[in-house]
């Protein structure tokens, strides 16, 4: 490849959460009936011309993970169940990118398309990691950035936020 197509072409809704450090889209590629093989990695080879390190997936198949790895990208599966309580998945997601964050990395995260549940794991990183300190700042903040409005769905994550090890919970 050479010229524009060698750059590749960035995932739908991209969209910067922490400048140059966590960023969200939907699926490389697309989802469901509208995913495509060519558009899959062109995507994946923006996000590999810009210097991201690590693709998280929130999904729980394994959808796109052999491309990834075709294009030289890690990437973590760090599925988030649709229903019930996921304090304990949101605690080893954020975790886990607190982590890769600290240790430079340039990170990915995506569902199948970006909407309530991405938003709503988002709104709680930014809390959880204490950027942000009270749920309805979070919300603005987050609908803001991916012009959006945040639904139940979303908001429903935010009531699911794990105690941070290193900071006392609400009393």
């Given at each position: 490849?050479?010229?524009?197509?060698?750059?590749?072409?960035?995932?739908r809704?991209?969209?910067?959460i922490?400048?140059?450090?966590?960023?969200?889209?939907?699926?490389?590629?697309?989802?469901?009936?509208?995913?495509?093989?060519?558009?899959?990695?062109?995507?994946?080879?923006w996000?590999?011309?810009?210097?991201?390190?690590?693709?998280?997936?929130?999904?729980?198949?394994?959808?796109?993970?052999?491309?990834?790895?075709?294009?030289?990208?890690?990437?973590?599966?760090?599925?988030?169940?649709?229903?019930?309580d996921?304090?304990?998945?949101?605690?080893?997601?954020?975790?886990?990118?607190e982590?890769?964050?600290?240790?430079?990395?340039?990170?990915?995260?995506?569902?199948?398309?970006?909407?309530?549940?991405?938003?709503?794991?988002?709104?709680?990183?930014?809390?959880?990691?204490?950027?942000?300190?009270?749920?309805?700042?979070?919300?603005?903040?987050?609908?803001?950035?991916?012009?959006?409005?945040m639904?139940?769905?979303?908001?429903?994550?935010?009531?699911?936020?794990?105690?941070?090890?290193?900071?006392?919970?609400?009393?």
């Amino acid at each position: 490849m050479k010229g524009r197509w060698a750059a590749g072409i960035p995932p739908r809704n991209f969209t910067w959460i922490l400048a140059g450090q966590l960023a969200v889209s939907e699926r490389p590629g697309g989802y469901a009936r509208n995913h495509r093989r060519v558009r899959r990695q062109e995507e994946i080879i923006w996000l590999r011309e810009q210097g991201f390190t690590r693709v998280v997936t929130l999904l729980a198949s394994p959808h796109n993970l052999h491309a990834y790895e075709e294009e030289g990208l890690k990437w973590s599966q760090l599925p988030l169940p649709s229903g019930g309580d996921v304090t304990a998945e949101l605690a080893e997601l954020f975790t886990s990118i607190e982590q890769w964050l600290g240790a430079g990395e340039r990170i990915l995260v995506h569902q199948e398309e970006l909407g309530d549940r991405v938003m709503g794991v988002v709104a709680a990183f930014l809390l959880w990691s204490g950027r942000i300190e009270d749920p309805p700042r979070a919300i603005t903040v987050v609908e803001r950035m991916l012009h959006r409005v945040m639904g139940s769905t979303g908001r429903e994550l935010l009531t699911m936020l794990p105690p941070h090890p290193a900071r006392p919970g609400p009393s």
